[in-house]
């Protein structure tokens, strides 16, 4: 069974401009979490979404989006990149949620110049 | 306070010990406990689940819940130096899927 496909794995960008991520879940999960991890902060939670819905929100700001298609895969996208938006971005996804463990992609590196 | 608390380490230990890994939360609503390893440049790997007080046993892996305590560890046995990795405690309430993650735990198993 293949695992959480995340694309690009690598990305640079300069200030302002903005990104998009992609994120293919397990085959049969419907939910997808993405998180922002940090040498500073760790790791954050951005949003979650299930059925083509955001179920869930972190505390980051509205330059941070994101949306789920019909067949769960999902997107993220950042404008406005600041210097501080560098950092691993992971998408993970389960079933649907509840007590059912989250299984994390390999990441999307994003740097901003 | 944060939510959820781990020791940064490095904790040090020689092969064939056990490694014990500790982790406090803040919010007693959560529900579904959860250990992930991660190596460095790497992304986090689950490696063990707990829903309900008392012990779990996966291979050289047992992780312990004390809800009335708000406390969580991981038990390694017989480490190994392929167990050196960072290790990350996390929790969540059922009601909605957000993970909330200790800062981490450096275990350095050494030969």
């Known amino acids: 069974k293949a695992g959480v496909t995340q694309t690009p794995r690598y990305l640079i960008k300069t200030r302002g401009q903005q990104v998009t991520l992609s994120c293919s879940p397990i085959?049969?999960?419907?939910?997808v979490s993405w998180y922002q991890q940090t040498p500073g902060q760790g790791l954050q939670f951005l949003f979650e979404?299930?059925?083509?819905?955001?179920?869930n929100k972190g505390n980051f700001p509205g330059r941070f989006s994101g949306r789920q298609f019909s067949n769960s895969r999902s997107e993220m996208n950042v404008s406005t990149l600041e210097l501080g938006d560098s950092a691993l971005y992971l998408c993970?996804?389960?079933?649907?949620?509840?007590?059912?463990?989250?299984?994390f992609g390999d990441g999307t590196r994003l740097s901003i110049l | 306070q944060k939510e959820v608390e781990q020791n940064s380490g490095p904790l040090s230990v020689p092969e064939g010990a056990i490694a014990s890994l500790n982790c406090t939360y803040s919010d007693r609503g959560s529900q579904s406990f959860f250990w992930y390893r991660q190596y460095s440049g790497k992304s986090p790997e689950l490696i063990m689940s707990?829903?309900?007080?008392g012990d779990k046993e996966d291979g050289r892996f047992t992780a312990q819940l004390n809800k009335a305590s708000q406390y969580v560890s991981l038990l390694i046995r017989d480490s190994q130096p392929s167990d050196s990795a960072t290790y990350l405690c996390a929790v969540k309430r059922n009601a909605g899927n957000m993970l909330t993650f200790g800062g981490g735990t450096r275990l350095m198993v050494k030969p």
């Open positions: 979404y299930f059925s083509e819905t955001q179920r």
């Open positions: 993970a996804s389960s079933l649907q949620g509840g007590d059912q463990p989250q299984h």
């Open positions: 707990i829903y309900s007080n």
């Open positions: 085959s049969g999960h419907r939910s």
